[in-house]
């Protein structure tokens, strides 16, 4: 069946870093493009990032570019989120997204981000 599962998140000071992973499976992962969006409490999931199936031109949020970078591993069936300079406002709980003919959704994981 398929399968997306996210990891790296947790709690981090203001500044910080985090990173990541999406493991995808049950599915072709290069064929897919990948996504990562957020959800913070009380608000609407909201886009991230994106990234084509062989990864040029990824596309950010306005309110993550130059802190944020997406990257994939076709080997790996893996997608990642390279988060750095960490603000209280991008505490949420991240979802990666899969799409292609169909879309998938992995269960999310929850970024912290305070002092």
């Known amino acids: 069946q398929v399968q997306l599962v996210e990891s790296g998140g947790g709690l981090v000071q203001p500044g910080g870093s985090l990173r990541l992973s999406c493991a995808c499976s049950g599915f072709t992962f290069s064929t897919y493009v990948m996504s990562w969006y957020r959800q913070a409490p009380g608000k609407d999931r909201e886009f991230v990032a994106f990234i084509s199936t062989t990864g040029p031109s990824p596309r950010y949020a306005d309110s993550v570019k130059d802190r944020f970078t997406i990257s994939r591993d076709n080997a790996k069936n893996a997608v990642y989120l390279q988060m750095n300079n960490l603000k209280p406002e991008d505490t949420a709980v991240y979802y990666c997204?899969?799409?292609?003919?169909?879309?998938?959704w992995g269960q999310g994981t929850q970024v912290t981000v305070s002092s």
């Open positions: 997204r899969a799409d292609r003919t169909s879309t998938y």
